[in-house]
């Protein structure tokens, strides 16, 4: 007895039942993927400020160095130089650290050396170089044997580094130890940064203006000056100096996200937010960079 085949109307009823399950399951699994993307990026800034702390513990309160560089003890030794006004307020800046590849493409962007983060004060307490990049950054690194791009940066309020671009004026206090740190649940540590330079150099600025009790970015006009980037959908991934760590949902349009805060084409333009743009998103970064820590706080 010859068993009966399936006509060619049943092979083509099953083939779109299975493009429609498809079509249904692959938003869940991409929803899935960004979601455990999130939660890798968010535990590798985990393990920093983590390393942070510990590196502070064993300097008896020290914290390291947020800039990159500038000083023997900053977290990466990517290239120094004075980072400061020239009146003296922070010295023992270093010359002669040169970690980075300047003449970077597109497919391996200006970035850093290897050394750059076995240098740095935090290594020993890192030691691997998959906690340095975001599993969201889409950038490319062709020769991971000779080059890193690192996905992270540490506040330049977290440190001394933001004292020492602005040490005139007394909106910003330099945090020389742990204990400086009225509000540590509430001020940030790091986030992710798309320099537009490749490699993050120095660590994440704003003006002083920002660290201003005061300030109102949504009543007053203000600039910008390094960018937080947007890789994962909506939100920023940032940690605070009490070692926890947050996704922030943003208020920005998606448009927004996508035009001034996505990733910029290595060596473009620089500092190019328009005046005034995110203003909620930029209140919320501000109340975060030094809580509590002037004395009109």
């Not at 927004?256 to 190019?272: D, I, K, L």
Request: charged share 20%.
């Amino acid at each position: 007895m010859r068993r009966k085949a399936f006509t060619l109307v049943e092979l083509l009823v099953v083939v779109a039942v299975i493009a429609i399950l498809i079509s249904l399951l692959l938003p869940a699994i991409n929803r899935f993927r960004v979601q455990a993307q999130s939660t890798e990026c968010l535990t590798n800034q985990r393990n920093l400020i983590a390393a942070y702390t510990q590196y502070s513990i064993d300097k008896n309160g020290r914290v390291p160095g947020t800039d990159t560089g500038a000083y023997a003890y900053d977290w990466m030794q990517t290239v120094g130089g004075q980072h400061n006004p020239g009146d003296g307020c922070c010295n023992g800046f270093q010359n002669g650290v040169v970690n980075w590849d300047q003449g970077g493409d597109d497919a391996n962007p200006n970035t850093e050396y290897l050394s750059a983060f076995t240098e740095g004060s935090l290594w020993d307490y890192i030691g691997d170089f998959d906690v340095y990049s975001s599993p969201q950054d889409p950038r490319l690194i062709n020769d991971p044997e000779t080059y890193r791009l690192r996905s992270y940066s540490f506040s330049a309020f977290a440190g001394k580094e933001a004292y020492c671009r602005d040490c005139s004026t007394g909106l910003v206090s330099a945090a020389d130890s742990y204990s400086q740190f009225r509000d540590p649940s509430n001020q940030l540590s790091s986030l992710c940064e798309a320099d537009t330079r490749g490699a993050n150099l120095n660590g994440f600025l704003q003006s002083a203006e920002w660290a201003n009790p005061d300030f109102d970015p949504c009543a007053n006009s203000f600039g910008w000056v390094d960018e937080p980037v947007v890789w994962n959908p909506g939100r920023w991934n940032v940690s605070f100096i009490d070692g926890s760590v947050i996704s922030y949902q943003l208020k920005m349009s998606e448009e927004t996200a996508e035009t001034h805060f996505g990733v910029e084409r290595p060596n473009g333009p620089y500092n190019n937010i328009p005046s005034g743009t995110a203003c909620e998103d930029a209140a919320w970064l501000a109340s975060k960079l030094q809580p509590k820590m002037l004395p009109s706080q």
